[in-house]
């Protein structure tokens, strides 16, 4: 009995740790994975690239930001966006252009400094 007591208190601790720390993007639909599958085709590209994106680069990216519905998902592809800016040593320039060059628009920029909770 005092083990099933236990068990209980263990579940109720977990539970409400889970619910006082996670993140305001737990909303969010969008996974880090999800990013990542989608600009794969852009990384050459934003590191040494020049001219046009590649064509896969386009769709990858352009299919994100159209899922992309909720703040809780722009927020979550921001905050992706933003670490992989800061691990994978990206050309600035090329990555503010992507956006542009590739016919969609973001409401911020691929930068490792963007402030992502500001993004709506």
Known sequence: MASSTSLVVLL???????????????????????????????ITYLKSGSGKPPADCC?????????????????????????AAKNIN????????????CGFTLPYPISPTVDCSKVN
């Open 12 to 42: 109720v601790a977990i539970f409400t740790t889970h619910l006082l720390l996670a993140p305001s993007l737990s909303d969010a639909a969008i996974t880090c994975s999800d990013v990542i599958k989608d600009v794969k085709p852009c």
């Open 59 to 83: 769709t990858g990216a352009s299919n994100l930001v159209s899922s992309a519905t909720s703040t809780a998902d722009k927020q979550a592809v921001c905050n992706c966006l933003k670490n």
């Open 90 to 101: 990206i050309n600035p320039e090329l990555a503010k252009s992507l956006p542009g060059n």
